[in-house]
């Protein structure tokens, strides 16, 4: 059974890089059907797709974040990370992980981890 | 950018009833739309993709349907698992949710 793991610091002073990085297990990263996204949700607030890369490295990211984006995997770990930079209190959030089933778009995501929660405060 | 809205944001039933969420798009995402469910301070589910297609495990009681940019999602007899909070997805282009509907105990 596939499952993801966000791992990260939970607290990020504002104009830093938040860093999060999922681990993959039950499955590998490198499957050619998938893709490996990131969501996000402020509290009380909408979803928000960040961006999502397969295994070959190759990304797509949501238009709003890129310019402060940045996403990778490593396949030998079967992890994936994302990098987001310059951060505000904006950008406070649960942040997930999760393969990503791309036949249009973005596609969809299933399943997820379990979200970790990242607050920007100085 | 394809923003995508539900309504009603809340909504109050009771065991068994029959419930509908409506979702719709500012411009046509023909087909390409998803559900997820989202339980308190769990990570969301996906119900439904391709606006009607019913995930693998998902009970029979939901369904959805719609095209262009008109959706709903339908629970028939809904279960006390059911209530919970409901978000529409659109991926014609990148991807957007909606701002979620909360199904509530009457």
């Known amino acids: 059974q596939l499952q993801l793991q966000e791992s990260g610091p939970g607290l990020v002073k504002p104009s830093e890089t938040l860093s999060l990085t999922c681990t993959v297990s039950g499955g590998s990263i490198s499957s050619s059907d998938y893709y490996w996204g990131w969501v996000r949700q402020p509290p009380g607030n909408d979803l928000e797709w960040i961006g999502s890369i397969y295994y070959t490295g190759s990304t797509f990211y949501n238009p709003s974040l890129k310019s402060r984006l940045n996403i990778s995997v490593d396949t030998s770990r079967n992890q994936f990370s994302l990098r987001l930079s310059s951060v505000t209190a904006a950008d406070t959030a649960v942040y997930y992980c999760?393969?990503?089933?791309?036949?249009?778009?973005?596609?969809?995501?299933?399943?997820w981890g379990r979200g970790t929660l990242v607050t920007v405060s100085s | 950018d394809i923003q995508m809205t539900q309504s009603p944001s809340t909504l109050s039933a009771s065991v068994e009833d029959r419930v509908t969420i409506t979702c719709r798009a500012n411009?046509?995402?023909?087909?390409?739309l998803a559900w997820y469910q989202q339980r308190p301070g769990k990570a969301p589910k996906l119900l439904i993709s391709k606006a009607s297609s019913l995930e693998s495990g998902v009970p029979s009681r939901f369904s959805g349907s719609g095209s262009g940019t008109e959706f709903t999602l339908t629970i028939n007899s809904l279960q006390p698992d059911d209530f919970a909070t409901y978000y529409c997805q659109q991926y014609r282009k990148y991807a957007t949710f909606g701002q979620g509907t909360r199904v509530e105990v009457k």
């Open positions: 999760a393969r990503n089933v791309v036949d249009y778009g973005a596609g969809t995501f299933v399943p």
């Open positions: 411009e046509s995402i023909t087909n390409w």
